[in-house]
């Protein structure tokens, strides 16, 4: 008979079964968790060096917690994994972020345990604390943890929630776990802060001499030898967290199982509000992702005996839409001085690795803090700067009010390059792009774009670049139709349409992505297609066309339907007092779940059959049917 690899986490199928361990036992079990965490990624890919890092304090949490009674909130929830495993899922975990498998995310519909759900930073001192309050007058006698990265500490919510939880007497505990990573490396004042904890020197200095004030050998000076350790966080942490109204713990380390447990049952015997720091190491227990981090964070499939290994230069190919964007962005600052460009956290997955690398002085990361990265752009246009902000579409939807009060009404020049537009994919509804045309193109001074291909990315942000007041280009994730883009640096005349066929009776009007789908489409029902580049303005003179010379108009976009490309379509031709007949296709009002790219576009509609069927559908109900050679014929009297 074989010998079971993790003989205690089989015994382990919910937390209930891990508290019925002797407490001894529990170091033995995050060494299983860790190794079933590497063997069960390295099959399926997904979120892990942030895992890694969380092992020990996911076994603590769920063995000294009445989970899911008690709540435990996990901050973004790339470290969650290990949560999954111990809480029901570990059979499952191997589908995570697969089509109908885990959710890449804790995601309250999935499991109790999963207590909020999340996929964006910063927002778990704020619910925690919300569960805290609402159990109080409730009555309800409810423990909740809120676990929350550095990195995470960087976005102004996290302190309007130490702020505002600090004044009231919550039975809420804080764990901050200090890593020094985001996805890269931290960066800010904050991330000094914390540093110097460790190794600063006036703390050094404080500890070395108040033991040389003190006797050898003497009451006091046993008790300062015996917390030198503890020395640091009981000076400089006091200034940060504890003048909020916290308690402080720590910092201790996050991998030391034993003081990780005997920590935390100290803080559940203090009342009020208190903040545990604790030091981790990303990718900790398996030597790759320890070296390299942020290559970890997120992975396909691999050998564990391996790792991750990089893949031999491929042949020259279409760059992808994040790799046309970098490029653009060092071509055009090598000849605009004052082209400056902004990142919130984001560097390598909005392709500013190279542009940081080049040009240092013009490159600023701010952390995860969306609300001031819009806002920063904004005081710098009013200096002369041309500012570029780098932001996934669904992560500027956290800064939508300063992109309205700091940019817009005073029109300001600043361009947003918005990567992951549409649906992204594995990672779900909370990183779906679905709603940036409906939320832009209600913005009075914005113009709004969508490249058809990669040349004409390029060619927008150049567009929106020489624009004088705010301008956004929105593209998908991953590669275009394969277009290899220009090297100049040309510009697209503003709000003009292309018209890539002509056909008659249905005219198919198609936003970016969108525009390849329904190529095929425009020659089985021999429909004119247009790809209409402008969301804002739009080609008025091109709509009144196609209505007059066409008895159907199609719009076709990879975004929410209500209010977005196509209702502005249809509001022109409202505003013209044109009947023609309308259908606007685009994401229905739901949230697609997640998996392949492929399945999620099928899910939606967007999928070229299904595009092809509505239309179909749409003109057998007017009396317009296809001819054998492909047209169409006259409605049907």
């Given at each position: ?5 993790h003989?205690?986490l ?11 361990l002797?407490?001894?036992?529990l ?9 079933y965490?590497?063997q ?14 969380c ?10 917690y009445?989970t899911?009674?008690?709540r435990?909130?996990w901050d ?7 949560h999954?495993i111990?809480?029901?899922r ?11 498998g ?8 999935e499991?109790?345990y999963d207590t ?15 569960m805290?309050?609402?159990s109080?007058r409730?009555?309800?006698k409810r423990?909740v ?51 110097r ?30 917390w ?9 942490p ?5 003048e909020?109204?916290?308690?402080y ?12 447990i ?5 803080t559940q015997?203090?009342s009020?509000?208190?903040l545990l ?24 499939p ?16 279409s760059?992808a ?41 013009r ?26 902000v780098a932001?996934?579409?669904t992560?500027?939807?956290?800064a939508y009010?300063q992109?309205?009060h ?10 947003f390059?918005?990567?992951r537009?549409?649906?992204?994919g ?16 209600c913005?009075p001074?914005m ?6 291909d990669e040349?004409?990315?390029r ?6 670049f ?15 139709p ?5 090297s100049?640096l040309d ?6 349409a ?18 390849g ?32 010379r ?34 606007n ?29 509505q ?9 317009l049917s ?8 006259h409605?049907?009297?």
């Amino acid at each position: 008979m074989q010998t079971s690899r993790h003989p205690l986490l089989d015994q382990i199928e919910v937390p209930a079964d891990l508290r019925k361990l002797d407490e001894s036992r529990l170091t033995e079990v995050a060494d299983e968790l860790r190794d079933y965490l590497i063997q069960s990624v390295a099959r399926c890919g997904g979120h892990f060096s942030s895992g890694l890092g969380c092992i020990e304090l996911t076994v603590a949490l769920h063995f000294l917690y009445e989970t899911p009674h008690d709540r435990i909130v996990w901050d973004v929830g790339h470290q969650a994994y290990p949560h999954k495993i111990l809480t029901g899922r570990k059979h499952a975990i191997t589908t995570i972020k697969q089509s109908g498998g885990l959710a890449p995310f804790p995601k309250r519909s999935e499991s109790e345990y999963d207590t909020f759900g999340v996929g964006h930073s910063s927002t778990s001192i704020s619910a925690a604390l919300g569960m805290a309050l609402a159990s109080e007058r409730l009555g309800e006698k409810r423990k909740v943890v809120a676990v929350i990265g550095d990195g995470a500490l960087t976005a102004g919510m996290a302190f309007e929630a130490l702020n505002h939880g600090g004044e009231l007497d919550p039975n809420l505990l804080v764990i901050l776990n200090e890593n020094q990573m985001s996805i890269s490396p931290n960066v800010g004042g904050v991330t000094k802060i914390l540093g110097r904890l460790m190794s600063g020197p006036t703390v050094t200095a404080i500890r070395e001499r108040g033991k040389r004030m003190m006797h050898r050998g003497s009451p006091a000076w046993r008790f300062m030898s015996r917390w030198e350790e503890h020395i640091k966080g009981m000076v400089m942490p006091s200034t940060l967290f504890e003048e909020f109204g916290f308690n402080y713990l720590g910092p201790i380390d996050g991998h030391d199982l034993p003081t990780l447990i005997r920590t935390i049952r100290t803080t559940q015997s203090v009342s009020g509000p208190n903040l545990l720091h604790i030091i981790t190491k990303k990718g900790k227990g398996y030597a790759p992702a320890e070296a390299d981090p942020v290559k970890y964070h997120a992975v396909g499939p691999f050998d564990p005996e391996k790792g991750v290994q990089d893949k031999p230069a491929a042949k020259p190919s279409s760059p992808a839409y994040t790799q046309v964007f970098g490029q653009w962005l060092c071509d055009m600052a090598e000849q605009s001085p004052e082209l400056l460009a902004i990142t919130p956290a984001m560097r390598e997955g909005s392709g500013l690795v190279e542009f940081a690398q080049r040009f240092p002085e013009r490159y600023f990361d701010v952390g995860i803090a969306e609300q001031h990265s819009v806002t920063l752009a904004a005081g710098m246009a009013c200096e002369g700067a041309h500012p570029v902000v780098a932001i996934y579409s669904t992560f500027l939807q956290r800064a939508y009010d300063q992109l309205i009060h700091d940019v817009a009404v005073q029109n300001l020049p600043v361009l947003f390059a918005i990567d992951r537009a549409g649906l992204v994919g594995s990672d779900g509804p909370t990183h779906a792009g679905s709603f940036d045309l409906s939320y832009l193109r209600c913005i009075p001074n914005m113009v709004v774009m969508a490249p058809a291909d990669e040349n004409e990315c390029r060619q927008m942000l150049t567009t929106g670049f020489q624009h004088r007041g705010p301008a956004a280009v929105r593209y998908p994730r991953g590669k275009g139709p394969g277009i290899i883009p220009d090297s100049r640096l040309d510009a697209l005349p503003l709000g003009k349409a292309q018209l890539v066929k002509e056909g008659n009776r249905v005219a198919i009007l198609a936003f970016g992505s969108m525009v390849g789908t329904c190529l095929d489409i425009a020659d089985a029902i021999g429909a004119s297609l247009v790809n209409m580049r402008f969301i804002k303005p739009l080609d008025l003179d091109m709509i009144r066309s196609m209505a007059n010379r066409h008895d159907l108009v199609v719009t076709v976009e990879e975004n929410a339907v209500q209010g977005g490309a196509g209702s502005a379509v249809s509001e022109a031709l409202s505003d013209m007092g044109l009947e023609t007949g309308v259908l606007n296709i685009g994401i229905p009002d739901e949230y697609i779940e997640h998996g392949a790219r492929e399945y999620c576009l099928e899910l939606a509609g967007l999928d070229q059959a299904n595009v092809l069927r509505q239309i179909r559908a749409r003109m057998t109900c007017m009396g317009l049917s296809p001819s054998v050679t492909g047209g169409v014929v006259h409605r049907s009297a």
